[in-house]
């Protein structure tokens, strides 16, 4: 059954809600392109998301849900955000706003960041897979990392292999173009990517003329970029086997114990997977734990060992 394409008829579509709850990928059709989804509420699905598409950082994931009522448990909506999801919603415009805090949504699907990506897709199939799942599902575009966006079930197979444990085939995409993302946590409304709401639509809602970002593509990926980027208060010290009483310890797989302020382990059983599922948790506990310096043991770099080498890098990189 792994990687298979599948009809989206009633019975597939409940067997992928299932799937979704049992911590599988999923793959489905929204009116954009087909998304590769997960649980957003399960860390080690997200953390296979990142691994199924060969990332090599954890860049923020949108997490779709059937609509606002729904958005507005995991994030906080200003009156002008409810408008545009008024207006929008279920639609190809991505919401980003403030997270809420202890929804159970994981904190790798935001990679930390402080804010979150929201929408309500618009494809029949999409919505029913949510409704099946009874989950909000995150879910970045069905393709290798590097690749283009994937706009036909066959173009998912080819690209992602056995993946995802199903994919619901609804033939190709309407838009073929991504979701509009458009940031809601400054002052004004900020156009962070471009795509199939045009901004001129969004002008009319919101009365004048949007913000863009600046420079690139509209990925934000580097904390440099978003200030809201979670960067620990303590100093890190990385590929450390050892450390003082004094420091504050994460670390990878097999450890020999000695005398810590605390102790987290991504994973005793050196499980890349269940590592990046802890990691941004395991950092903003460690932080807590009051101490001037986090030990942390290497992490190897194959898989997803390399996108967790590069977020710990860019935490132990000097601030200005
Ligand atoms: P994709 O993974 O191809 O669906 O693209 C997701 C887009 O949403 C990327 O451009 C991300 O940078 C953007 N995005 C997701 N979450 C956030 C967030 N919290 N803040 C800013 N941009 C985000
Ligand atoms: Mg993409």
Known sequence: ????IAPANAEWIAEAGHLIRS??????PTETVYGLGADATNGEAVARVFDAKGRPSFNPLIVHVLGLEAAEIIGSFSPMARRLADAFWPGPLTL??????????????????STIALRAPNHPIARALLDAAQRPIAAPSANRSGHVSATRAEHVASDLGDKAAVILDGGPTAHGLESTVLSLTGEAPLLLRPGAVHAEAIEKIIGAELARRKAGGGIVTSPGQLQ?????RAQLRLNSPTWRPDEAVLAFGAIAISPARA???LSSSGDLVEAAANLFAALRELDASGAETIAVTPVPTHGLGEAINDRLERAAAPRG
């Open 1 to 4: 059954m792994h990687g298979r």
């Open 23 to 28: 911590g599988a990928l999923v793959a489905f």
């Open 96 to 113: 980003v706003v403030p997270r809420r805090d202890a929804t159970g949504v994981s904190d790798l699907v935001s990679a930390g960041l």
């Open 228 to 232: 809201s980027h979670y960067a620990p």
């Open 263 to 265: 102790i987290i382990n």
